[in-house]
């Protein structure tokens, strides 16, 4: 009984492929998710605000302060900025 050679290749490939993928499954259970997430927090009056900002048209936004200091703010929060004194702009 002779070796036939693409035969034998055939099968050392298809072994390494399902050991590479039972590898990847063990893997995958493995994977430990963090409990901690950060500070993320839910209820914020920034947000609300956001939220409602988020629809203003361009002209609306150039007059409406409250809008353009809570733009400011989550910008200094997400770039962890301290915030610029008055004046400043």
Same mark, same amino acid.
């Given at each position: 009984?002779?070796?036939?050679?693409?035969? /034998? =290749?055939?099968? #050392? $490939?298809? &072994?390494? &492929?399902? =050991?590479?993928? =039972? $590898? $990847?499954?063990?893997?995958?259970? %493995?994977? #430990?998710? +963090?409990? !901690?997430? &950060?500070? #993320? #927090?839910? !209820?914020?009056? =920034?947000?609300?605000?956001? $939220?409602?900002?988020? !629809?203003?048209?361009?002209?609306?936004?150039? /007059? @409406?302060?409250?809008?353009?200091?809570?733009?400011? *703010? *989550?910008?200094? %929060?997400?770039? @962890?900025?301290?915030?610029? +004194? *008055? &004046?400043?702009?």
């Amino acid at each position: 009984m002779a070796l036939d050679t693409p035969r /034998t =290749l055939r099968l #050392v $490939a298809f &072994g390494i &492929g399902g =050991l590479a993928a =039972l $590898a $990847a499954a063990v893997e995958l259970t %493995r994977t #430990v998710l +963090p409990t !901690d997430t &950060g500070h #993320v #927090v839910r !209820d914020d009056a =920034l947000r609300g605000i956001l $939220a409602r900002c988020r !629809d203003l048209t361009p002209e609306d936004y150039a /007059t @409406d302060t409250e809008c353009r200091a809570a733009w400011e *703010a *989550a910008r200094q %929060r997400f770039f @962890d900025l301290a915030p610029e +004194p *008055a &004046g400043t702009e």
